[in-house]
């Protein structure tokens, strides 16, 4: 990731489209960006993870900035329950993977603070515009990350389960990018009796007083929830996303 004269990192979509001779998906499938092999359990999860109607679109929140960082699993040692996500992105016209899509999500830690906006997030500051990318505060780029989809549409993250803040339910932020354009950003979200269990659990008892179920949170919808089964001592988690990669 390159950097320009003041420290700001340049974006990575700006640096792709000054690349003329190499595609997208060339140019980051060349650093190992693209998903992998998917297991057969997160396939069967996939199959049945969702349909084509247009994924419900959400805010981006806050606390959004491209944060450059193209890999699979975002943890950074931040403490949390194990999260395995598997994303397919597809056409909401014709039900087809969307391939070298780019896919990203950011959510916050255990303790509800978002990198490279702790001291913003503390609290669950909702005061900066909602569609506005925000300029970094500190240096951190833990429960951040992106990948570009397989000839299947898929990608696949390794994450911790979020915590909360108040005002807002457990959920993960995601947008997904077709050649250079922002086509869809969305929230995913987790049913209310996994959630409760998870919170349960050490790092996330140590942050009680939840004040915000998906019943309550203003953007919730139904088409967000995952499909969400056990994965060892921690979850595997599968939603479809269904994009219109052209603007209808």
């Known amino acids: 990731m390159r950097h320009d004269h003041e420290g700001r990192r340049v974006s990575r979509r700006r640096l792709i489209a000054g690349v003329s001779s190499l595609g997208l998906g060339g140019l980051l499938s060349a650093s190992g960006a693209r998903a992998g092999t998917v297991t057969t359990d997160l396939s069967s999860l996939l199959a049945g993870a969702g349909?084509?109607?247009?994924?419900?679109?959400?805010?981006?929140?806050?606390?959004?900035?491209?944060?450059?960082?193209?890999?699979?699993?975002i943890r950074e040692g931040k403490p949390g329950v194990r999260l395995r996500l598997g994303i397919r992105v597809q056409d909401s016209g014709t039900c087809r993977p969307l391939r070298d899509a780019v896919v990203e999500i950011w959510h916050c830690d255990a303790a509800g603070l978002y990198s490279g906006a702790e001291k913003e997030s503390k609290g669950g500051s909702l005061d900066k515009p909602l569609m506005t990318d925000m300029t970094p505060s500190d240096d951190k780029r833990y429960l951040r990350g992106a990948q570009v989809t397989n000839s299947d549409g898929i990608v696949q993250f390794t994450t911790i389960w979020p915590g909360w803040y108040p005002?807002?339910?457990?959920h993960i932020h995601?947008?997904?990018?077709?050649?250079?354009?922002?086509?869809?950003?969305?929230?995913?979200?987790?049913?209310?009796?996994?959630?409760?269990a998870v919170l349960a659990r050490p790092p996330y008892s140590a942050h009680p007083g939840r004040d915000t179920s998906n019943d309550e949170d203003e953007d919730f919808r139904d088409g967000m929830l995952m499909t969400v089964v056990q994965d060892g001592d921690g979850y595997l988690g599968a939603i479809v996303l269904s994009a219109a990669p052209d603007g209808r």
Do not use: W
């Open 51 to 73: 349909t084509c109607t247009l994924t419900p679109s959400a805010t981006q929140g806050p606390f959004y900035f491209d944060a450059g960082k193209i890999r699979s699993d």
């Open 167 to 170: 005002g807002r339910t457990v």
């Open 174 to 196: 995601a947008m997904v990018h077709v050649s250079d354009r922002r086509v869809l950003c969305t929230q995913l979200m987790f049913d209310e009796s996994v959630n409760a």
